[in-house]
């Protein structure tokens, strides 16, 4: 199974920050990587796809880039909505694998 | 507008069968996509269990070691999970969700949450 290293786990931010979260791949995975952000109680929500595509309706401070085994989710200027857990997941291969997931709290 | 909603019972006993079914609205399964299942246990991350096509064919998690089964209803326009042999372990909030193309799971219903007490 492909595993999938998010960091850092745990994130302490203030409105207005650029955030960075990192996830790497222990093998090559092209560009099929995806991140959800998911807020308590609902359900993961899609925010980029084949490593750098915003979905649709997904405001553009959110951003996706890298490919093969480092990729990277940046949030340029944190709003108070963005306070959440983040998830990484690859779906280069069967098993689909998520990270661990990285929450990201008001400083 | 794709909805999903999973539905099933809340609490099942130990070495029963979970069963929960998704139902789709806003798309016809028929037409085209995977649809998968994704559990999420108490204070924990996400895991993935499975996907089906609406031809039948499926992929699951090795993990499960066989426990589970997700089948298609292409005429209730639904899916459905089954997974046997549950321990405490299984207790878990379940998603449904569809896998776009490129792949990323777009659409996901509001999960269920599912206990295995006895």
């Known amino acids: 199974d492909i595993q999938l290293t998010q960091s850092p786990s745990f994130l302490s931010a203030s409105v207005g920050d650029r955030v960075t979260i990192t996830c790497r791949a222990s093998?090559?995975?092209?560009?099929?990587l995806a991140w959800y952000q998911q807020k308590p109680g609902k359900a993961p929500k899609l925010l980029i796809y084949a490593a750098s595509t915003l979905q649709s309706g997904v405001p553009s401070r959110f951003s996706g880039s890298g490919s093969g085994t480092e990729f990277t989710l940046t949030i340029s200027s944190l709003q108070p909505e963005d306070f959440a857990t983040y998830y990484c997941q690859q779906l280069n291969s069967y098993p689909f694998t998520f990270g661990g997931g990285t929450k990201v709290e008001i400083k | 507008q794709v909805q999903l909603q999973e539905s099933g019972p809340g609490l099942v006993k130990p070495s029963e069968t979970l069963s929960l079914t998704c139902g789709v609205s806003?798309?016809?399964?028929?037409?085209?996509?995977?649809w998968g299942w994704i559990r999420q246990p108490p204070g924990k991350g996400l895991e993935w269990l499975g996907n089906i096509y609406h031809s039948g064919s499926t992929y699951y998690n090795p993990s499960l070691k066989s426990r589970v089964t997700i089948s298609v209803d292409t005429s209730k326009n639904q899916f459905s999970l089954k997974l046997t042999s549950v321990t405490a372990a299984d207790t878990a909030v379940y998603y449904c969700?569809?896998?776009?193309?490129?792949?990323?799971?777009?659409?996901w219903g509001q999960g269920t949450p599912v206990t295995v007490s006895s």
């Open positions: 806003g798309y016809s399964i028929n037409s085209d996509y995977f």
């Open positions: 969700a569809r896998l776009s193309r490129p792949a990323a799971f777009d659409y």
């Open positions: 093998q090559g995975i092209s560009s099929y």
